[in-house]
Nanobody, 124 residues
């Protein structure tokens, strides 16, 4: 069982930065692939980024590639999402998620555990 708690959301201006963190409980954190997803009002939840258990591989949605960076610290049971050059269209609730394995890593249905979400609002 893994419990996830996100933090770091808030309000930013376009072009600014925010850093999201996800704290995970559970001794097996290091064995999980970790992902970030987001859901804007009236839209479906979408993949943002993911990182494999060893941090040997990262994956990004095209819309955030080059602006967002995902990282993890297995010693601290945390995964982070550094968001730079923010745009108004990045406004959404951001969710941290965990899963075993890496197949279909961008598919939300492959993730077993979810955090409660944190709001990110980017003003123009």
């Amino acid at each position: 069982q893994v419990q996830l708690v996100e933090s770091g959301g808030g309000l930013a201006q376009a072009g600014g930065s925010l850093r999201l963190s996800c704290a995970a409980s559970g001794r097996t954190f290091r064995s999980y692939t970790m992902g970030w997803f987001r859901q804007a009002p009236g839209k479906e939840r979408e993949f943002v980024a993911a990182i494999t258990w060893s941090a040997g591989s990262t994956h990004y949605a095209d819309s955030v590639k080059g602006r967002f960076t995902i990282s993890r610290d297995n010693a601290k049971n945390t995964v982070n999402l550094q968001m730079n050059s923010l745009k108004p269209e990045d406004t959404a609730v951001y969710y941290c998620a965990a899963r075993v394995g890496v197949t279909t890593i961008r598919n939300e249905y492959g993730y077993d555990y979810w955090g409660q979400g944190t709001q990110v609002t980017v003003s123009s």
